[in-house]
Every structure is written in structure tokens, then in C-alpha cells.
């Protein structure tokens, strides 16, 4: 089995930062990656960015392209997600997410692990 387990969400302006971390513990993969998802109210749960765990490949939505920066610390078993320049419309509950398999890392029905999430929220 794999816990996934998210931190960093909070309360920021619009304009702010926050950096969210996902620990993995549990079973380990050959190959696998990790991706960042978030849901708003009323809003079906959208891909926000991933990364391969084994090689140089990061996938960012548009939305979110030269304001969030994924990455990953292998020692750690984490990964993070630096969001910057944060708007109301970033508001939502953020998860992360792992995928044993490595492409089409956009669409969530290809993870098979997923954490409890962590509510962000970015006021006007």
C-alpha cells in the first residue's frame, strides 16, 4: 500500500505564495509519477501539474504555467509544489497524487494512489 500525505495549504492574498509538500511512504515503484490536482466547490477535480519521478519530465496545466513549479526530492520521498503569484482562482482543495504509470499524467483516472488534500484558499 502507498500514503500519500499533503502540507502547506492555508489562507494567502492574491499575490502570495504557498509550497505544498506530498510525503510518500509505503510500497515503492520500479517506475511511477506524481501529480498535483485541486477541486473547487462545485467543480470537477482538474490537473494542475506532474512530474516523473525518474527523469526530467515536469506537465503543467496552462492555468497554472510560470506561477507553479513542481518538484521533487527523491531522498525524501516528497514532492512539492511552489505556487506563486496566487489567485482567487487557485482556491480549491489541492491533492496529490501517484501514477504507476508515465504518460497521460493529466487525466486523474491514471492515478492509482491518492492523499487526503489540503485546502488552499486565496483571497481577493
Known amino acids: 500500500q502507498v500514503q500519500l500525505v499533503e502540507s502547506g495549504g492555508g489562507l494567502v492574498q492574491a499575490g502570495g505564495s504557498l509550497r505544498l509538500s506530498c510525503a510518500k511512504s509505503g510500497r515503492t515503484f520500479d517506475s511511477y509519477a506524481m501529480g498535483w490536482f485541486r477541486q473547487a466547490p462545485g467543480k470537477e477535480r482538474e490537473f494542475v501539474a506532474a512530474i516523473s519521478w525518474s527523469g526530467p519530465g515536469t506537465y503543467y496545466a496552462d492555468s497554472v504555467k510560470g506561477r507553479f513549479t513542481i518538484s521533487r526530492d527523491n531522498a525524501k520521498n516528497t514532492v512539492y509544489l511552489q505556487m506563486n503569484s496566487l489567485k482567487p482562482e487557485d482556491t480549491g482543495v489541492y491533492y496529490c497524487?501517484?501514477?504507476?504509470?508515465?504518460?497521460?499524467?493529466?487525466?486523474?483516472?491514471?492515478?492509482?494512489?491518492w492523499g487526503q488534500g489540503t485546502q488552499v484558499t486565496v483571497s481577493e
Open positions: 497524487a501517484l501514477s504507476t504509470t508515465t504518460w497521460g499524467l493529466s487525466n486523474w483516472a491514471r492515478y492509482d494512489y
